[in-house]
């Protein structure tokens, strides 16, 4: 009885080999061959594809950073040419344009519109007036020769005491004042056709000195009005206070 197990076993032995022998034969034929299963293959898939930073860096010249004419690099590398991770596009720092700087705004003549006027007595020098011009708008002005002033209705302009002509033209940035002083009346009462005037007109020149240019300046005058006489005069413009009322 146990003969005949052990040939049975033997058998079916034998047939397991010849089976396993006729499934290697058929690998061996149709070119694949056999693989371990349990062992790790030589070529893997991770190697058997190239990696993103071969790819790109085979892609650039050589010797160069991903980028020869100072062009953003390409996808595929950063900024300083290292090849980024698993490929993804990486973008380059781009510096935005500096604007380049306005050109100044060039200077202006001073008139109403872009300057305030203020016109207060003086009790020292007595009879005399100063009159105040701030630059307020955004450009930097010339206060040309003297104020042409018009109280009340007169018809006629107040001449200038020429001895008051600076050396230079006044000039006011924004924000800056210019000064002038109007001799009102005669202090020894010598003056003839006084007349209290109660509106002042204050009128700008050029830089011909023929005519005003602009709108004129409309300061207010005290409620009581302003004393004046046939021995008005006006200073040139200063550009101190000290120099308007020195004469």
């Known amino acids: 009885m146990s003969s005949l ?11 397991v080999t ?13 070119g694949t061959g056999t693989q371990d299963e349990g062992s790790g293959s030589s070529t893997s898939p991770s190697s058997a594809a190239p990696s993103a930073t071969t790819a790109s860096n085979s892609a650039a010249p050589s010797g160069s950073s991903g980028s020869s004419d100072g062009k953003a690099p390409s996808a595929g590398t950063d900024s300083s040419g290292a090849g980024s991770a698993g490929g993804a ?3 380059a720092t781009r510096t935005p344009a500096t604007k380049a700087p306005a050109a100044s705004a060039k200077p202006v003549t001073c008139e109403g519109s872009t300057t305030k006027t203020v016109a207060a007595p003086l009790t ?20 040309y020769g003297y104020p042409a002033v018009r109280f009340g209705e007169a018809q006629a302009v107040p001449p200038v005491i020429e001895d008051s002509q600076p050396q230079a033209v006044v000039t006011l940035e924004p924000g800056e004042s210019g000064y002038a002083s109007v001799n009102l009346s005669a202090t020894d009462g010598s003056g003839a056709n006084g007349y209290t005037a109660k509106s002042l007109t204050v009128y700008f020149q050029g830089r011909s000195g023929n005519g005003s240019v602009g709108a004129g300046a409309h300061p207010p005058l005290p409620a009581k009005g302003i004393y004046v006489d046939d021995s008005l005069k006006v200073t040139y413009w200063q550009q101190s206070m000290d120099d308007a009322v020195s004469w």
Request: proline share 2%; aromatic share 2%; hydrophobic share 40%.
């Open 18 to 30: 010849a089976v396993l022998a006729t499934l290697s034969l058929s690998a061996c034929n149709d």
């Open 89 to 91: 596009t990486t973008s």
């Open 124 to 143: 020292r020098p007595v009879n005399h007036m100063l009159l105040t011009v701030t630059n307020t708008g955004s450009r930097t002005c010339y206060l």
């Open 5 to 15: 197990r052990t040939s049975r076993t033997r058998l079916v032995a034998a047939a």
